[in-house]
């Protein structure tokens, strides 16, 4: 069984391992932030996906981000993250590592949403979206 921390830190590493440049934030940051950047944030947990707690649910957005700067520049280097395969997709990463470094457990990208091209973090204009992560655990009585 992984816990929530756990599975928060297996995404940062995984993020972080295998695209380079990107700054992966397994909590939301306070303070300036160095573009661009991935924000870990927790959706929704399920603890009663099997009988008996035998799998646990974790829902993922992973806040993608690019400074602004200029439109079309910004948007084709958020698309590069957002992509379903690529050196920079978060999706491919998690496809290639799907247990995260974690025991019992499997990960996987299911799409993005919110393709916002007025997004601010901590006074910084950027361009961002979703990306929707589903994570099962064994769980734990």
Do not use: C, H, W
Request: aromatic letters at 8%; hydrophobic letters at 40%.
């Amino acid at each position: 069984m992984a816990a929530l921390q756990e599975v928060r830190d297996g995404i940062k590493t995984t993020l972080e391992n295998n695209i380079s440049g990107l700054r992966v934030y397994d909590v939301v940051p306070d303070y300036a932030l160095n573009f661009p950047v991935a924000i870990v944030l927790p959706v929704n947990i399920n603890f009663n996906i099997a009988m008996q707690r035998g799998t646990d649910q974790y829902t993922f957005d992973i806040l993608v981000a690019v400074e602004r700067g200029n439109s079309r520049t910004a948007q084709d280097k958020l698309d590069q993250y957002i992509t379903g395969q690529g050196s920079s997709s978060l999706r491919q990463a998690i496809f290639n590592n799907r247990t995260l470094g974690l025991d019992n457990t499997d990960a996987t990208i299911t799409g993005v949403s919110n393709y916002a091209a007025d997004v601010n973090l901590n006074g910084i204009d950027a361009i961002g979206a979703n990306v929707s992560l589903e994570v099962y655990t064994k769980g734990s009585s």
